[in-house]
């Protein structure tokens, strides 16, 4: 398997997760089955059911957040030297030339990236048209509506 490009924040919270579904969320599912077996009929019994179904996701998800935790490429950008060139982690203030409004966006591992806190995936076209971009380069973003040209302000690795 390939290697998935993660912050240091976003595998904290991987793990973070990860420790609340086998220490917290699994006790509490295997507790809620044990009480719906002793309701009887287990064809019938819809308390069960859901808490069967809980507990198959809630498995599903610790394999997968182990998956991805163990092909982590962990990427602290804060200890790379900044030469001004847009890389995973940096944090990327641009110009919109056609709006001309300013908008900063932070270039995250897909479980990381949350628009409202303007951190996009590495794997988005944004990301993919800033990534070795630097400060005064044109980025040209092709969105539904149309092509869109990012000039890159400033470049921060923090």
Avoid: W
């Amino acid at each position: 398997m390939n290697q998935i490009p993660m912050t240091t924040r976003g595998a904290e919270m991987l793990r973070e997760e990860l420790r609340r579904l086998k220490s917290e969320d699994r006790p509490r599912i295997i507790q809620a089955i044990a009480d719906a077996r002793e309701h009887g009929d287990l064809k019938e019994n819809a308390e069960y059911h859901a808490a069967r179904e809980q507990q198959s996701f809630c498995e599903g998800r610790i394999q997968e957040i182990e998956a991805k935790l163990s092909n982590a490429q962990i990427i602290d950008v804060t200890k790379v030297p900044n030469q001004g060139k847009v890389i995973f982690g940096s944090t990327v203030t641009l110009f919109n030339t056609a709006s001309e409004k300013e908008v900063t966006y932070r270039i995250v591992g897909d479980d990381e990236a949350n628009i409202k806190e303007n951190m996009i995936s590495v794997n988005s076209p944004i990301s993919r048209a800033l990534i070795g971009k630097v400060v005064d380069d044109v980025a040209k973003v092709n969105t539904p509506g149309g092509e869109v040209e990012y000039e890159v302000v400033k470049v921060e690795y923090c």
